[in-house]
């Protein structure tokens, strides 16, 4: 079996998370700036400016969680000793 199961699924779940962050700060983003395209080209500007921060927060937070979870789901499955 592996050496230290702990780690392995530890990692998997941190990395898991972060991956999971980095993408839903970003899709959230990107749908959250779709509000702020019938504006005007300054006014527009501002909205983006204004809208980034918790956009980002938002999805980046919602990101982590749900990759944390499903990267230890995974990892648990990836460690888990077959008995028959």
């Known amino acids: 079996m592996t050496k230290n199961p702990i780690l392995i699924c530890t990692f998997l779940a941190l ?12 899709i959230t983003l990107m749908l959250h700036r779709q509000k702020c395209q019938n504006q005007a080209w300054g006014l527009q500007q501002m ?7 918790g956009a980002t927060w938002q999805g ?6 749900t990759g944390t979870i499903l990267g230890a789901f995974a990892g648990g499955l990836v460690i888990r000793e077959n008995r028959y």
Do not use: A, D, K
Not at 60 to 65: E, F, K, L, P, R
């Open 15 to 26: 990395t898991s998370g972060f991956f999971g962050g980095y993408i839903g700060g970003q």
């Open 47 to 53: 909205c983006q400016v204004w809208i980034t921060p």
């Open 60 to 65: 980046s937070t919602t990101g982590i969680w």
